[in-house]
C-alpha cells in the first residue's frame, strides 16, 4: 500500500504539540510524494500547513481507527507508536476510568488519586483461576498470572512493580500480596498470610515519608519472596531491602517531611506508656521541622501509630522490644536538638553538661553522659606510634552528628527488617516463591545526587533484564508459531552498565577516591572526566566542573559531585559506637556489635531466605580502620543489586509499571507531558517499538474470518477450509507479502495492516449502506409522491363542493332577511303602543288609592295613639326588670359557661383514655335528657306565651270593632256637632293603638329573640351531643381499629421476624452443617495421610470421636478437633464471630463433649458388665463358700472413702471458688472504664490463681499419703490374716482381680494354708521337708500381693495423671479466662458490658446443660440398668428352668471356665431346641425385615456403599430407603434400642463414606439425597405425630413405630441431608461453570451478529472456537437435562428439584454477570442482543420441564436488565431516565460500569459519552445501592425439605433378588 493510499483526503494523523504533546488533525487533501506541507484540519476546525522535512520523508504518525481506540492492551492497536499509546491510556483513564491497561507483557497502572472499589474479595475471587486475557486488565490478574504459572511450571515466579514517587508502587505490590494471601491462605494455623499483610504499617511508618511529589513515598527498594509448599499454600516469606535514604533522618526539603514513625511517636507522645521519651510536637525537633508543615491532610498520625504498634504485635515484637525501638527513635530526635556551641578559635567546639535534649538522648539509649558528651566534638587519631584525641570544628561535629543519627536509624531499620523475617520465617520445607519487587523508578531532578544515582543504576539494570525478556518472548512466540525469525534490533544499555559498575567505572574510581586521605569531589569529577570523556553514555556539562552527565535509556541526568564521597563513606567514629556498644539496655547494644558493623541500610539484602538462590554475604572478612566499619555503600548496593538480578534471572518476570497521571495529585486528571516522561522511562514505549518492528497484530483464523468475512467473495465461501479461505483473502487485498505471515495457528500482521483492512471493511460497509439508502430514499420518495397527489384531488373535489353550497346558502339567506326585519317592525311599533296605554292607566288608579289610603291613615293612628302610650308605658317598665334579670342571667351563665369550659378541658383529658368511657356516656346520657327536659319547658312557656299573645290580639281586635261600633253610633246620633271631640277620641285612640302595636311587636321581638337564643343554645347542646357520641364512636372505633391493627402489625411484623429469623437460622445451621462436613472430610484426609506417614504405633484418635452422626447426640460438631484445646476452640469462635458464636459454639462443644464422655461411659460401662457376667460365672463354684468382710477393714476402708470424698468436694469446692473468681473479675471488667484498674485486677487474678494452685497442689500431697497408709494397712491387713480360709475376702485393692488369674490366688492360697497348717511344730516341719513348701506359698502369696501392690499404684498413677490432667484443664481454662479478660479491657464500656452479658449467658446455659445432661444420664442409667436386671431375671428363670435337680450340685465342683461353657452349651441347645420346636403359622407381610445382628455389615454393604444407582432402574424409587425404614421397623418392633442405634449410625456413616468416594459424581449424590430425604420422610410419616400422619391410610397407620421415638435422629438424617445437597450444588456448579461464559457471552447463538475485535498480546482464551474451552448454549441445556432426568428417575422430590435449578440459575447469572462487567470486549450491543436470546432459550427451557415456578427466572433478572441496558439509547436525558427506571435490580456501580465498559464493534456504533453516565450518576444518587460491585457466586439459598409423604405401604414392596438381601426375613 503506497503513501498516497494511506494519506489520502480524510486521512487522521497525529502532529507534535507543545502542550498536549501530540495533537490530532485531518487531512483536507490527498498528499502526493513529493510534497513539502501537508494540509491540515485541527479538532477546532482551524485550518494548519504542516511542514514535511523531504530529506529524512518523515511523515506525521497516523492515526488509529476509532474502534480501536481505547483496547485493553495496547499492542492490539494496529499504529503502534507514542502518541497512539498516549491517547490510548488517556481515552481509557479520563472516560472509562480504567487505570490498568495492558501492554503486551507489561501491565499498565495510573494512580487514580481516589480509592476505587475494585478491590474487595468479590473481586479477588472472580479473578481467581481466569486466564489473564479473559478478564480486563488488573493487578490481580497479574497476580493470579504468576500463581498459575507457579503451579503449572513449577518455577519461581516475580513480580516487578517500578515506577516514580506517588505513581502508586507500594499499593500495587501490597494488592498483589493480599491476592497471594487470599488465593492461596496458609497452610497451618500461624496465619502467616496476615503477617505479611501485616509487615506494610510496619515498613510504612520507618521507611516511608511525604515528599514533594508523595505524601506517601517509600524511600527504600524492597523485594518480598512469599514460599509456597507443595499444595502451593503459603509457609513463610522473607524481605530484603535496598537502599535506604537515611539522609532524610537529618534534612528533608521544603514541604517534605521526616519518616512517618518519627511524627507518629511525637502524636502519641502524651500516653502515660510514652512520658519517659520526654517528647513534645513535631515543630519542637529540628529533625522533624525543616520541611515546613508538619502535617499530612487527612493523616491521622496517632491513629497510624496505633496501626504500627498492632502490626508489631501481630508479628510477635515483644511489648518491651516495642518500647525500645520507641526510645532509639526518640533518641534520635533529641540527638537533633542537642545544641553545639563553637569555640573562639573555631577548631573546637562544646556540648552543655546540662543540654535537657542530650541528657534524655543518654538516658533513652542507657550510655554515660560524660563519655557521649566527649565524644560528640572529638575524635581519636590512630598512627603506628601513638593514638591522639584531637577536637573537631562546628561544621564537623555537626557532620559527626548527623552521620551518628543516621547510623542509629539505619541499623534499628535492618533490626526491624531482621525480626520480621523471623515472625515470617517458616521451618516447613518450601517448594516454591512468588517475589514481589517494589523499587523507586527511574528519577530525574533538578539536583541529583548519590541516591539519584544509584536509584538510576537499579534502573539500568532491570530495563537491561527486562529488554532481553520481551525480545526473548517475542522470539519464542515467532518459533512456536513457525513464522521466519528475522533479527530485531533492540536497545541494549550494556555500555551504559559497564560505564557504572565495570572496572574503573565511576563506582570504582568514586571507592578508590574515597579511600584517599584527602579524596574530595572535585578530584573525583576530574577523575571521571580524565577516564570517560570518550564514552559516549558519559557527558560533562559546560558551564560546571563538578557535575557529570551520565546518558540512560530514558534521558540524560546531570549529577552533582557534592557529597557523593561523604555519603559513599557514610563515616561513623569509631568512639561513639563503643560507647553505644555498651549500652546498658540489651537492644541497643545488639545493635551495634561486631557482626553487625557490616550491615548497612540494606540489612535484609544479606539475610538467607527459604529460596533455591544462595545469597552471600556482602560482610568484609578484615576489620576497617576507625573511620568506617564497613564497605562503601556504593560497593553493598553493587553487591546486592547482583544477588537481586540473579534472582529475578532465575525465575519468570512480571512487570508492573506505575504511571503518576499529574504532580498535583488530582483524582483522574491526566497530564500527556508527565505521562510522556514516564512511559519514555518505565520501558513501555520500548515494548511497543519491539512488537511493532516484528508482526505485533495478530488474530486466530476464526476470528479472522469472522471479522472480515464481508471482503470475502461469494464463491470463495464455498470453501469449508478457513484457513485457506484467509489466505486467498489477504493475498487479494494486501499485494506486498512482507505485511503478513501465515503462523500455525495465527496469522500476524506488520503494523497498519490491521488499520487498513478496517478501512477495507468500513469502506465495504458504507458502500453497501450507501446503496441500501439510495433504494430505501428512492422508494419512500415515490411512496411520498403518490400519497400527496391522491391527497391533492380529494381536497379540490371537496373544496369545489364546499363553495356552491355555501353560495346557495347565502341566497337562501338573504330572503329570509327581508321577511324578518319587515315581521319585526310591525311586532315592535305594536308593542310600544300597548306598553303606553297600560302604563297611563295604572298610573291613575294608583294615584287615587294613595290618596284615600293617606286620609284613612291619619284618621286610624289619631285614634290609636291614647292606647298606645298606655301599652308603652307598661311595657317599658316591664323591659326595664327584665334588662335587669337577663344582666344577671348572662352574668350568671359566662361564670357558669368558664367552670364549664374549665370543666370540659379536665373532662377532654380524661376522654382520651378509654377508661372513662363508660362513666362519660352515662354523663352525656344525663345531660341530654336535661338539656330535653329543659327544652320541653321552653316549649311549654313559649306555647303559653303565644296563647297570651293571641288572647291580647284578639281581645285588642274585639276592643276595636266595639270602639268602631261606637263611634258610628255616636256619629248617628250627634252628628257633626261633635266632630271635634271625635276626632280627638280617634287621635288617642290612634295613638293607644300605635303604642299597643309597638308593645306587640317589641314582646314579639322579644320572644322571638329569647326564642332563637334558645334555640341556637339547644343546638349547640345539639351539636355538642352529637360531637361527643361521635367522639366516643370514633374513640371506640379507633380503639378497636387500633387495637385490631396493632395485633395485626405485631402478628404480620412477628411473623416476618420468625420468618427472617428461620431463615436466618436456617442458612447458618447449613453453613455450620457445611463446615462441619468439610473440616469432617479434612480429619479424614489428615488420618489417612497420618495412617500413610506414621510409621511407629502411637496414641490415635478414635474416628467415631470425630462425628455427631456416630453418636447419641443430634447436633452437628463445628470442629474435629478435641474440645479441650481452648486455643482451637478460641480460633473458631474468632472464624464463626464473636457475635455470632458466642452461644452456638459454647453450646456445641459442651454437647460434642458430653456426647463423648457418654460414649466413654457407655464403653466402660459394657466392658465392666462383660468381665462382671465372667466373674459370676467363674463365681458359681464358690458361691456358698463367701463370708462377710472384715468389720475393722470395712471401717477402715468407709472412713477412706470418706476421706477421699471429703477431698473430692474440697477439689469441687476449689473450682467454685476459682469460678465465683472469673465471675468477679468479668463483673469488675465490666464496671471498670479506665485502664488504670487493669493491672491490679490482673494481679489479684493472679495471686488468687497462685493460692488456688498452692492448696491444690497440697491437696494433691494428702491424697498420696492417704493412699500410701492405705495401701501398707492393706498389707499388713493382709499378712495379718492370711491364716483365714476365705479365699475371696475382698482387700483394699478393688481393681485387683483385674489383673491377677484367679486360679493363682486359689493356689496361693491353698499353699499358705497348708503352710499354716503345720506351723504349731517347726521340728516336725523341718523334718519332713515341708519348709519348702511352705517357702513355695509365701513366694506364691508375695507373688500375688506384689500384683495387687501394682494394681494398686497403677490406679493411683493413673488418678495422679487424671488430676494433672485437671489442673492442665483447669490453668487452660484460667488462660483462657486470662485472655477473655485482657480482649474485654480492650473494649469500650459499653462493648464491655455487651461481652460481659454474653459470657454471663453463655455460662448459664453451659450450667443449665450440664444439669440437663447429668439428668438425662441418670434416666438412661437407670433404663439400662431395669432392661439390664430384666434380662438377668430372665436368664435367671431360663437356667432354673433348663437345670435339672442335680445340675446345681454338680456345678458347684466344677471350676469357673467349664461352668461357664457348660452353660452357653445349654443355651446355645435350648435356643436351638426352641426355633426347632416352635413353629410359626405363615402369615401376611407386615412390611418388617428381620436380619441378624451378624448380617448389619453385609446388609450396609449391598445395600448402600456398594449399590450402584443403575441397578435399581426399573425398581420402585428410592427403595434402599424404605428397605432401611423395614428393618427399623422390625427392630422396634421388638424393642431393641441398640439395634436401632447401631443400624441408623451403620447406615449415616455408609452414605457418607459412599459420598466421600464419589464426590464428583452426580448421580450417586442425586440418588442418595433422594434416598436419604425419603428415609426422612418415613420416620416422619410412620412416626406416631398426628401431624405426618394427616395423609395416611389406616394400612399406612399400622406400620408407625410403636416404640422409639426418633426425632434426634430425624435431625441428624436432615443434617446430612443438607451436607449431601450442597455436594449436590458443589458438583453441578463444577460441572457448569467452565461453560458458563463460553455458552452465554462468547459463542455466536445468533449466527452472525457479533463481531470479533482486534485483540492483543494478552488473547483471550476462548477465541479458539475449535478448542476444548467452546461451549454453546445447547450444551449447557443438554447438561441440565441430563442433571433433570436424573433427579426425576431416582424419584428427588420436585420440591428440592426446585430449589436445585433456582441455585444453578443464579449461579449462572453471578458467574456471566461478573464476567460481564469485568470484561470490556463483551460489553456492547450485539452481545446484549445474543443474552437475551439466551435467557429467553433457558425460560422456555424452564417452562418446558414446568421449573418456572422455582423462582430461577427472578434470580436472573439482574443479567436480564443488563442485557437490556446494553441495547438501549444512550445520549438524550430521557434514555437516562428509561435506564434508571428499568435497571432496578442492577446497583448504580454496576450500572456505571456496563456504561463505561461498552465498546461499539464497528465504527457505526458510537461511543457513552462521559456527560451521559454522570447524568446516570446524578440521578441515581438517591439509592442505597450496596457498594459490592460483583455478585457473590459462592452464595447458597437455605435449603428446605418439605414433608411428603408416600402413598405405598411397607408391605407392597418388592425386594428384587440382584440385591443379595436373602438374609433379610420378611415378618
Not at 267 to 275: I, M, Q, R
Not at 1168 to 1190: F, H, P, S, T
Request: proline letters at 3%; one cysteine or more; hydrophobic letters at 35%.
Amino acid at each position: 500500500m503506497s503513501v498516497s493510499e494511506l494519506y489520502s483526503q480524510y486521512t487522521r494523523v497525529w502532529i507534535p504539540d507543545p502542550d498536549e504533546v501530540w495533537r490530532s488533525a485531518e487531512l483536507t487533501k490527498d498528499y502526493k510524494e513529493g510534497e513539502k506541507s501537508l494540509q491540515l484540519r485541527l479538532e477546532d476546525e482551524t485550518i494548519r500547513e504542516y511542514p514535511i522535512d523531504v530529506q529524512s520523508n518523515q511523515l506525521p504518525f497516523l492515526r488509529n481507527p476509532d474502534i480501536l481506540v481505547g483496547e485493553n492492551d495496547l499492542t492490539a492497536l494496529s499504529y503502534l507508536h507514542e502518541p497512539a499509546v498516549l491517547h490510548n491510556l488517556k481515552v481509557r483513564f479520563l472516560e472509562s476510568n480504567h487505570i490498568y491497561t495492558y501492554c503486551g507483557i507489561v501491565l499498565v497502572a495510573i494512580n487514580p488519586y481516589e480509592q476505587l472499589p475494585i478491590y474487595g474479595q468479590d473481586v479477588i475471587y472472580a479473578y481467581s483461576g481466569q486466564n489473564m486475557g479473559d478478564m480486563d486488565p488488573h493487578i490481580f490478574a497479574v497476580a493470579e498470572e504468576a500463581y498459575k504459572q507457579m503451579a503449572r511450571e513449577e518455577k519461581n515466579q516475580s513480580i516487578i512493580v517500578s515506577g516514580e514517587s506517588g505513581a502508586g508502587k507500594t499499593v500495587s505490590a501490597k494488592y498483589a500480596m493480599r491476592y497471594f494471601a487470599t488465593v492461596s491462605g496458609s497452610a497451618s494455623d500461624t496465619n502467616i498470610e496476615e503477617k505479611v499483610l501485616a509487615s506494610s504499617p510496619i515498613m510504612e511508618a520507618i521507611g516511608n515519608a511525604k515528599t514533594t511529589r508523595n505524601d506517601n513515598s517509600s524511600r527504600f527498594g524492597k523485594y518480598i519472596q512469599i514460599g509456597f509448599d507443595k499444595q502451593y499454600h503459603i509457609i513463610g516469606a522473607n524481605m530484603r531491602t535496598y537502599l535506604l535514604e537515611k539522609s532524610r533522618v537529618v534534612f528533608q526539603a521544603d514541604d517534605e517531611r521526616n519518616y512517618h514513625i518519627f511524627y507518629q511517636l511525637c502524636a502519641a507522645g502524651s500516653l502515660p506508656e510514652f512520658k519517659e521519651l520526654a517528647l513534645t510536637c513535631a515543630e519542637d525537633f529540628f529533625f522533624t521541622s525543616q520541611g515546613g508543615d508538619t502535617r499530612i491532610e487527612g493523616i491521622d498520625d496517632a491513629e497510624d501509630f496505633e496501626k504500627t504498634r498492632q502490626a508489631f504485635t501481630l508479628l510477635g515484637v515483644r511489648e518491651s522490644h516495642q518500647i525500645s525501638i520507641f526510645k532509639i527513635i526518640a533518641s534520635i530526635l533529641h540527638l537533633g536538638n542537642v545544641e553545639i556551641q563553637a569555640e573562639r578559635d573555631g577548631d573546637s567546639c562544646s556540648v552543655s553538661p546540662q543540654d535537657e535534649h542530650l541528657t534524655n538522648f543518654c538516658q533513652l539509649l542507657g550510655v554515660e553522659h560524660s563519655q557521649m558528651e566527649r565524644w560528640l566534638c572529638h575524635r581519636k587519631l590512630v598512627t603506628t606510634s601513638e593514638t591522639y584525641v584531637k577536637s573537631m570544628s562546628l561544621q564537623q561535629v555537626l557532620n559527626a552528628r548527623s552521620a551518628l543519627a543516621k547510623h542509629i536509624y539505619a541499623q534499628l531499620f535492618g533490626w526491624i527488617v531482621e525480626h520480621i523475617n523471623k515472625a515470617l520465617h517458616t521451618h516447613l520445607k518450601q517448594h516454591s516463591f512468588i517475589g514481589v519487587l517494589d523499587i523507586y523508578g527511574f528519577e530525574t531532578f533538578e539536583v541529583n545526587s548519590f541516591e539519584q544515582f544509584c536509584i538510576n543504576y537499579a534502573n539500568e539494570k532491570l530495563q537491561q533484564q527486562f529488554n532481553s525478556h520481551v525480545f526473548k518472548l517475542e522470539q519464542e512466540e515467532y518459533m512456536k508459531e513457525q513464522i521466519p525469525w528475522t533479527l530485531i534490533d533492540f536497545y541494549d544499555n550494556q555500555p551504559c552498565i559497564d560505564l557504572i559498575e565495570a572496572k574503573l567505572g565511576i563506582l570504582d574510581l568514586l571507592d578508590e577516591e574515597c579511600k584517599v586521605p584527602k579524596g574530595t569531589d572535585q578530584n573525583w569529577a576530574q577523575k571521571l572526566y580524565d577516564r570517560h570523556s570518550g564514552s559516549q553514555h558519559f557527558q560533562k556539562p559546560r558551564m560546571s566542573n563538578t557535575a557529570f552527565i551520565v546518558v540512560h535509556f530514558a534521558d540524560k541526568v546531570e549529577y552533582l559531585s557534592d557529597g557523593f564521597l561523604e555519603k559513599n563513606r557514610d563515616t561513623v567514629y569509631e568512639e561513639q559506637i563503643n560507647i553505644l556498644k555498651a549500652s546498658k539496655f540489651p537492644l541497643v547494644a545488639d545493635l551495634f556489635h561486631d557482626d553487625k558493623d557490616s550491615v548497612p541500610a540494606t540489612t535484609t539484602s544479606g539475610k538467607g531466605s527459604s529460596s533455591k538462590i544462595n545469597i552471600r554475604s556482602a560482610r568484609p572478612p578484615l576489620k576497617a580502620s576507625n573511620k568506617e566499619h564497613k564497605k562503601t555503600v556504593g560497593h553493598q548496593f553493587r553487591t546486592s543489586l547482583h544477588l537481586l538480578m540473579e534472582t529475578l534471572n532465575a525465575t519468570t518476570p512480571h512487570y508492573v509499571r506505575c504511571i503518576k497521571p499529574n504532580d498535583e495529585k488530582l483524582p483522574f486528571h491526566f497530564d500527556p507531558k508527565r505521562a510522556v516522561q514516564q512511559l519514555r522511562a518505565c520501558g513501555v514505549l520500548e515494548t511497543i517499538r519491539i512488537s511493532a518492528a516484528g508482526y505485533p497484530s495478530r488474530w486466530a483464523y476464526h476470528d479472522f474470518f469472522n471479522r472480515y468475512r464481508v471482503l470475502v467473495k461469494k464463491r470463495e465461501l464455498a470453501n469449508t477450509d478457513k484457513k485457506a479461505i484467509c489466505r486467498s483473502v489477504l493475498e487479494n487485498l494486501i499485494k506486498d507479502p512482507d505485511k503478513f505471515q501465515f503462523g500455525r495457528t495465527k496469522i500476524f500482521f506488520r503494523a497498519g495492516q490491521v488499520a487498513y483492512l478496517e478501512k477495507l471493511r468500513a469502506d465495504k460497509f458504507r458502500a453497501a449502506t450507501i446503496m441500501i439508502q439510495k433504494t430505501v430514499r428512492g422508494w419512500l420518495q415515490k411512496v411520498k409522491y403518490r400519497r400527496l397527489k391522491a391527497a391533492t384531488l380529494t381536497l379540490q373535489r371537496y373544496c369545489r363542493g364546499h363553495l356552491a353550497r355555501r353560495l346557495a346558502e347565502h341566497l337562501r339567506r338573504t330572503r329570509a332577511a327581508v321577511v324578518f326585519q319587515k315581521q319585526c317592525r310591525m311586532r315592535r311599533a305594536h308593542l310600544a303602543y300597548q306598553r303606553a296605554r297600560r302604563a297611563a292607566i295604572i298610573i291613575q288608579a294608583f294615584t287615587r288609592g294613595m290618596f284615600v289610603r293617606r286620609i284613612y291613615q291619619q284618621v286610624l293612628m289619631e285614634h290609636k295613639a291614647t292606647i298606645l302610650q298606655k301599652h308603652v308605658r307598661g311595657w317599658m317598665a316591664r323591659r326595664h326588670f327584665r334588662r335587669l334579670r337577663g344582666a344577671a342571667i348572662v352574668i350568671q351563665c359566662a361564670f357558669r359557661m368558664l367552670k364549664a369550659k374549665q370543666e370540659l378541658k379536665v373532662l377532654k383529658i380524661e376522654a382520651r383514655s378509654a377508661e372513662h368511657l363508660k362513666r362519660l356516656n352515662v354523663g352525656m346520657e344525663n345531660k341530654v335528657v336535661q338539656l330535653q327536659r329543659k327544652i320541653d319547658d321552653q316549649n311549654k312557656e313559649f306555647k303559653t306565651l303565644s296563647e297570651q299573645l293571641v288572647a291580647v290580639t284578639s281581645t285588642h281586635a274585639v276592643e276595636v270593632e266595639k270602639l268602631q261600633k261606637e263611634l258610628a253610633r255616636y256619629q248617628e246620633g250627634h252628628g257633626g256637632d261633635s266632630s271635634l271631640r271625635l276626632q280627638e277620641e280617634v287621635e288617642s285612640l290612634r295613638a293607644e293603638l300605635h303604642r299597643a302595636h309597638s308593645e306587640r311587636k317589641i314582646l314579639e321581638d322579644a320572644h322571638t329573640k329569647e326564642k332563637d337564643e334558645l334555640k341556637k343554645q339547644v343546638a349547640v347542646l345539639e351539636q355538642e351531643n352529637a360531637l361527643l357520641k361521635d367522639e366516643k364512636e370514633q374513640l371506640n372505633n379507633q380503639i378497636l381499629c387500633q387495637a385490631k391493627d396493632e395485633f395485626a402489625q405485631n402478628s404480620v411484623k412477628e411473623n416476618l421476624e420468625m420468618k427472617k429469623e428461620l431463615e436466618e437460622e436456617r442458612s447458618r445451621y447449613q453453613n455450620l452443617v457445611k463446615e462441619y462436613s468439610r473440616l469432617e472430610q479434612r480429619y479424614d484426609n489428615l488420618r489417612d495421610e497420618l495412617t500413610i506417614i506414621k510409621q511407629t504405633p502411637g496414641h490415635r484418635r478414635n474416628p467415631s470421636n470425630q462425628s455427631s452422626l456416630e453418636s447419641d447426640s443430634n447436633y452437628p460438631s463445628i470442629s474435629t478437633s478435641e474440645v479441650g484445646d481452648a486455643e482451637d476452640a478460641l480460633q473458631q469462635v474468632e472464624d464463626i464471630g464473636l457475635e455470632k458464636a458466642a452461644m452456638d459454639m459454647t453450646v456445641f462443644l459442651k454437647l460434642q463433649k458430653r456426647v463423648r464422655e457418654l460414649e466413654q461411659e457407655r464403653k466402660k460401662l459394657q466392658v465392666q458388665l462383660e468381665k462382671r457376667e465372667q466373674q459370676d460365672g467363674r463365681k458359681v463354684q464358690v458361691e456358698q463358700a463367701k463370708n462377710d468382710l472384715d468389720l475393722d477393714q470395712d471401717a477402715d476402708l468407709a472412713y477412706n472413702s470418706l476421706k477421699r470424698q471429703e477431698l473430692e468436694s474440697e477439689n469441687k469446692k476449689l473450682k467454685n471458688d476459682l469460678n465465683e473468681l472469673r465471675k468477679a473479675v468479668a463483673d469488675q471488667a465490666t464496671q471498670n472504664n479506665s485502664t488504670h484498674s487493669s493491672p491490679d485486677s490482673y494481679s489479684l487474678l493472679l495471686n488468687q490463681l497462685k493460692l488456688a494452685n498452692e492448696e491444690l497442689e497440697v491437696r494433691k500431697e494428702e491424697v498420696l499419703i492417704l493412699r500410701t497408709q492405705i495401701v501398707s494397712a492393706d498389707q499388713r491387713r493382709l499378712a495379718g490374716k492370711s491364716t483365714e480360709p476365705n479365699i475371696n475376702a475382698r482387700t483394699s485393692w478393688p481393681n485387683s482381680e483385674k489383673h491377677v488369674d484367679q486360679e493363682d490366688a486359689i493356689e496361693a492360697y491353698h499353699g499358705v494354708c497348708q503352710t499354716n497348717s503345720k506351723t504349731e511344730d517347726w521340728g516336725y516341719l523341718n523334718e519332713d521337708g515341708e519348709l519348702g513348701l511352705a517357702y513355695q506359698g509365701l513366694k506364691q502369696v508375695a507373688r500375688l500381693l506384689e500384683a495387687q501392690l501394682q494394681a494398686q499404684s497403677r490406679e493411683h498413677e493413673e488418678e495422679v495423671e487424671g488430676l494433672k490432667a485437671q489442673v492442665e484443664a483447669l490453668k487452660e481454662e484460667l488462660d483462657k479466662q486470662q485472655h477473655t479478660f485482657c480482649q474485654t479491657l480492650l473494649l469500650s464500656p459499653e462493648a464491655q458490658v455487651e461481652f460481659g452479658v454474653q459470657q454471663e449467658i453463655s455460662r448459664l446455659t453451659n450450667e443449665n446443660l450440664d444439669l440437663k445432661e447429668l439428668v438425662e444420664k441418670l434416666e438412661k442409667n437407670e433404663r439400662k440398668l431395669k432392661k439390664q436386671l430384666k434380662i438377668y431375671m430372665k436368664k435367671v428363670q431360663d437356667l432354673e428352668g433348663l437345670q435339672p435337680g442335680g445340675l446345681s450340685s454338680c456345678s458347684l465342683s466344677l471350676s469357673g471356665p467349664a461352668a461357664q461353657a457348660l452353660a452357653q452349651s445349654e443355651r446355645r441347645r435350648h435356643e436351638l431346641n426352641r426355633q426347632v420346636t416352635v413353629q410359626r403359622k405363615e402369615k401376611d407381610f407386615q412390611g418388617m425385615l428381620e436380619y441378624h445382628k451378624e448380617d448389619e455389615a453385609l446388609l450396609i454393604r449391598n445395600l448402600v456403599t456398594e449399590l450402584k444407582p443403575q441397578m435399581l432402574a426399573g425398581t420402585v424409587p428410592c427403595l434402599p430407603a424404605y428397605v432401611l425404614y423395614m428393618c427399623i421397623r422390625h427392630a422396634d418392633y421388638v424393642n431393641d434400642d441398640l439395634k436401632v442405634h447401631s443400624l441408623l449410625t451403620s447406615t449415616i456413616n455408609g452414605i457418607k463414606k459412599v459420598l466421600k468416594k464419589h464426590n464428583e459424581d452426580f448421580e450417586m449424590t442425586s440418588f442418595w439425597l433422594s434416598n436419604t430425604c425419603r428415609l426422612l420422610h418415613c420416620l416422619k410419616q410412620y412416626s406416631g405425630d398426628e401431624g405426618f400422619m394427616t395423609q395416611n391410610t389406616a394400612k399406612q397407620n399400622e406400620h408407625c413405630l410403636k416404640n422409639f421415638d426418633l426425632a434426634e435422629y430425624r435431625q441428624v438424617l436432615s443434617d446430612l441431608s443438607i451436607q449431601i445437597y450442597q455436594q449436590l450444588i458443589k458438583i453441578a456448579e463444577g460441572v457448569l461453570q467452565p461453560m458458563i461464559v463460553s455458552a452465554m457471552l462468547e459463542n455466536e447463538s445468533i449466527q452472525g451478529l457479533s463481531g470479533v475485535k482486534p485483540t492483543g498480546y494478552r488473547k483471550r482464551s476462548s477465541s479458539m472456537v475449535d478448542g476444548d474451552n467452546s461451549y454453546c448454549l445447547e450444551a449447557v441445556i443438554r447438561q441440565m437435562n441430563s442433571f433433570h432426568t436424573v433427579m426425576r428417575d431416582q424419584g428427588l422430590d420436585p420440591e428440592i428439584i426446585l430449589q436445585v435449578f433456582k441455585q444453578l440459575f443464579y449461579m449462572i447469572n453471578a458467574v456471566t454477570l461478573n464476567n460481564l462487567l469485568l470484561r470490556k470486549d463483551v460489553c456492547s450491543w450485539s452481545t446484549g442482543m445474543q443474552l437475551r436470546y439466551n435467557i429467553s432459550q433457558l425460560e422456555e427451557w424452564l417452562r418446558g420441564r414446568n421449573l418456572h415456578q422455582s423462582g430461577a427466572v427472578q434470580t436472573m433478572e439482574p443479567l436480564i436488565q443488563a442485557a437490556q441496558l446494553l441495547q438501549l439509547k444512550k445520549k438524550s436525558p430521557e434514555d437516562a431516565e428509561a435506564i434508571c427506571s428499568l435497571c432496578t435490580s442492577l446497583s448504580t456501580q454496576q450500572i456505571v460500569k456496563i456504561l463505561n465498559l461498552y465498546t461499539p464493534l464497528n465504527e457505526f456504533e458510537e461511543r457513552v459519552t462521559v456527560a451521559f453516565i454522570r447524568t446516570i450518576q446524578a440521578q441515581l444518587q438517591e439509592r442505597n445501592d450496596p457498594q459490592q460491585l460483583l455478585l457473590d457466586s459462592k452464595h447458597m439459598f437455605p435449603v428446605l425439605f418439605p414433608f411428603n409423604p408416600s402413598s405405598l405401604t411397607m408391605d407392597s414392596i418388592h425386594i428384587p433378588a440382584y440385591l443379595n438381601l436373602e438374609f433379610l426375613n420378611k415378618v
